[in-house]
């Protein structure tokens, strides 16, 4: 089984950054992509930023610019710099890992952590 723990959410002003982290720990051989979503109240789940295993990152056009997405293979870690934030940021904030292998041969699963809370307000 594998886990994923993130931190770093949190109430910050606008204008203002923040950093969040999600670690996968478990059986884990590889993971293919790792990433982020958010979900804001009364609002679907969507896209913010995700990363390949090889760097190639993708960023929801609402956060390009503002939002930086990186990863430390070594250490299953995805992270999520978010600078400017903005009110419209506020939601709460999904780790993700996909294509994730506990061998070379075995399938390919994906998981999500229990997402932390960011708030930005004044």
């Known amino acids: 089984q594998v886990q994923l723990v993130e931190s770093g959410g949190g109430l910050v002003q606008p204008g203002g950054s923040l950093r969040l982290s999600c670690t996968a720990s478990?059986?884990?051989?590889?993971?293919?992509?790792m990433g982020w979503y958010r979900q804001a109240p009364g609002k679907q789940r969507e896209l913010v930023a995700t990363?390949?295993?090889?760097?190639?990152?993708n960023y929801a056009d609402s956060v390009k610019g503002r939002f930086t997405v990186s990863r430390d293979n070594a250490k299953n870690t995805v992270y999520l710099q978010m600078n400017s934030l903005k009110p419209e940021d506020t939601a709460v904030y999904y780790c993700?890992?996909?294509?994730?292998?506990?061998?070379?041969?075995?399938?390919?699963?994906?998981?999500w952590g229990q997402g932390t809370q960011v708030t930005v307000s004044s």
């Open positions: 993700n890992a996909d294509g994730v292998r506990n061998t070379y041969y075995s399938g390919s699963f994906r998981y």
């Open positions: 478990g059986s884990i051989f590889s993971i293919d992509v």
């Open positions: 990363i390949s295993s090889g760097g190639t990152s």
